[in-house]
């Protein structure tokens, strides 16, 4: 189990200051529409980002 894993199996207290619908990330609380992190980090993969789309949770770990 990765320790820094917040679900399945592992604690997870909804951040509900971070709501999420990743279901397959390892920091979303499965029962709840949100992550368990305490913060995340955001950010793009395009270098003029133009829309939502554009832009990504860098927090984001495959459960
Ligand atoms: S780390 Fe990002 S993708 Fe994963 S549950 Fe939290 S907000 Fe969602």
Redesign the pocket.
Known sequence: MNKDCTNSGCECTPNQS?K?T?NN?????QDTQ????TE?QVGTHETNPTMVECTD?Q???LK
């Open positions: 971070i999420c990743v990330c390892a920091h979303h609380c949100y992550c368990g992190l995340i949770c927090s984001f770990k």
